[in-house]
């Protein structure tokens, strides 16, 4: 009975384990670059979801009575070619440039895990033919393998994403490859397997949650590489073409007028720079909180 | 070492077979009739129908795929529907400029990202640290056309420093140089510094302190002597990219580089240029990977023993 009270004393004693999310959440608001980011991306996010309801100014409106005017109390960032408010159109093209950089990453993501946990499970042909797949794609540089994609499928919203997305499969595959292949030799996935799991509850409940931390820190960043990719397409005139403004379409189109209205290549330019920024700040911030070993 | 050689030679034989098949099959997957496409919407049926048969497009795959190979070897790549003349007489004279700005863009970003990656680990935790990591990740953010245009509009328009666009001076090379240096030099920075801080907890650097060795000696004769390795492997990985980054730098400045002639082959739809050009870049970039594998294991034995 004694016994029993000091061990019951002892437990007591001992500091109450820490939540593992509480423990993030604590060494990630260390990093301020990291929070700023979010704060900025959260921001981002909002308008593109109700920026659109508030603004000022339609969009696609044209006012030929303002082209090409500089910053003014009216016209906050100016006018472009047709009199329209630019900052009504780089609030409205954020959710196009952002729908598309995030479609085509979440496409990328969903097919590479698929394709790692596959070929890190089962081995064999399985492995092989996902790993030469990989390596033929990593043999194009990212940008050169979306032009050439969008080459072949034509300009497009869908296509741009497409184009993208294929470019993001490979680094997704190998990444949850190598994490199944060390998490599958984990002793709780062999208590799985002796129970009696099948194939695909073990791959799907077992292994890929170990696989997630690994896959988080890409993920974020490879949504700045996707809007810098989906810019430039739309920069090179093989992007989403539709009549809803896009970042890069933006400054593709301010180019021509370097001269006279210098704010319609600055404006545009700055927000891809700002937000392909903040999620690879976001995404060093991430990886330094997930993985203490890298400073 | 000779093995190893051999094996990696090898092991990227099936890796451009798929490549160029792939390639080869560019063609074929554009939606709709390829002879039509090349013959031009206002073609007749006939004329389609020569295509064809000249292009070998009524043969089975195959067999083109063969032709095709038979092609690149004797380095017949068909003709460019542009100017009517071989797509090897298109490319060729596109080399030039896009050369000279890899080699100046690779030469500048190495040494400013080696520069500022090593005073970053010297200076870990300071200011200065955070100052060199700030451009660095701005570097890796920033869109090349967007800081093309910028420079442009700063050094050329407003103070008249350097030309617009084209290559006709040594002056003409300095803005899209920095344009397309930008990339690289951000990740050499960053690279260089990681190597150098886990270089630097090693005991061979303590004991050069402990020996009294001036510091500026131990972090560039023991420290970074030991991340050298490394750091020109990742700059030669990086030139395949660099390469092939010269469509955006060469559509901004205008430059009549590769880049710019894929860009302006895939608008005139002259998809034999587009093809030998996909071929070119995916090409160079596995065989400087290939080479700089080799290099690197020559100089690391860990690797090549692995």
């Keep these: 009975m004694a016994e029993e009270s000091v061990v019951r004393q002892s437990a007591e004693e001992l500091p109450k384990p820490k939540s593992p999310y509480k423990e993030f959440a604590r060494k990630f608001l260390k990093r301020k670059a990291a929070v700023v980011s979010l704060i900025f991306i959260i921001v981002l996010a909002l308008v593109a979801i109700f920026g659109p309801m508030v603004i000022r100014y339609n969009p696609n409106a044209a006012d030929y009575t303002a082209l090409l005017q500089g910053p003014s109390p009216k016209h906050i960032w100016g006018t472009d070619e047709f009199g329209r408010d630019v900052f009504a159109r780089l609030i409205a093209g954020t959710r196009l440039s952002l729908s598309v950089a995030l479609g085509s990453v979440v496409v990328g993501t969903a097919i590479g895990i698929i394709l790692g946990l596959l070929a890190g499970f089962y081995g064999g042909i399985v492995d092989s033919i996902v790993m030469r797949g990989s390596d033929i794609l990593f043999a194009f540089p990212d ?7 969008v080459a072949i499928l034509g300009p497009g919203v869908i296509n741009v994403v497409i184009a993208v997305a294929v470019f993001t499969v490979p680094s997704f595959a190998r990444i949850i490859r190598s994490a199944t292949l060390e998490v599958k030799e984990a002793p709780y996935v062999e208590v799985a397997r002796s129970i009696g799991c099948t194939n695909s509850r073990i791959l799907w409940k077992h292994i890929f949650p170990g696989t997630v931390q690994s896959m988080i820190v890409n993920f974020t960043m490879r949504i700045g590489t996707a809007i810098l990719a989906s810019s430039s397409l739309s920069f090179l005139g ?19 007028y370097l001269n006279t209205a210098p704010h319609m290549v600055l404006c545009p330019g700055l927000l891809i720079f700002l937000t392909v920024l903040a999620f690879n700040l976001l995404g060093d911030g991430l990886r330094d909180t997930l993985d203490p070993k890298i400073k | 070492m000779g093995r190893y050689v051999v094996k990696r030679i090898l092991g990227t034989i099936p890796l451009l077979l798929a490549i160029t098949f792939l390639i080869f099959m560019f063609i074929h997957l554009i939606p709709g009739d390829p002879a039509r496409l090349l013959a031009g919407i206002d073609a007749t049926d006939q004329e389609v129908e020569t295509i064809r048969e000249q292009l070998g497009l009524n043969q089975p795959l195959l067999v083109q795929y063969g032709e095709y190979m038979k092609g690149l070897f004797t380095g017949d790549l068909g003709n460019s529907v542009k100017n009517n003349a071989t797509v090897m007489a298109t490319i060729l004279p596109r080399f030039k400029p896009t ?3 890899t080699i100046t863009s690779m030469i500048w970003a190495t040494i400013l990202g080696v520069f500022l990656g090593i005073i970053a680990a010297v200076r870990r935790g300071k200011p200065l640290d955070y100052f060199c990591m700030i451009i660095a990740i701005s570097g890796i953010s920033v ?9 442009i509009q700063i050094f050329s328009v407003n103070l008249g420093w350097f030309p617009t666009a084209g290559l006709e001076t040594a002056r003409s090379y300095v803005l899209p140089s920095i344009t397309m240096g930008c990339g690289i030099m951000a990740i050499l920075a960053r690279f260089t510094r990681s190597s150098m801080l886990e270089n630097m907890k090693e005991d061979y650097v303590r004991t050069a302190r402990a020996k009294g060795l001036s510091e500026p000696a131990v972090i560039m004769k023991c420290a970074f002597r030991n991340s050298l390795i490394e750091v020109v492997t990742v700059a030669s990985l990086q030139i395949g990219g660099l390469l092939s980054g010269s469509v955006m730098t060469e559509t901004v400045f205008s430059i009549p580089g590769l880049g710019r002639l894929l860009v302006d082959s895939i608008n005139y739809r002259d998809y034999k240029v587009v093809q030998a050009l996909l071929l070119f870049f995916a090409l160079e970039y596995i065989i400087i990977n290939l080479i700089t594998d080799i290099v690197y294991g020559f100089l690391n034995p860990k690797i090549r023993y692995s």
């Design chain 1, 238 to 256: 093989f992007g989403a073409n539709v009549t809803e403004p896009d970042w890069g379409t933006m400054l593709s189109q301010g180019r021509n």
């Design chain 2, 99 to 101: 050369i000279i700005l």
């Design chain 2, 143 to 151: 869109p090349g056309f967007w800081l093309g245009l910028e420079l």
């Design chain 1, 143 to 149: 940008i050169l393998l979306a032009i050439a994609i």
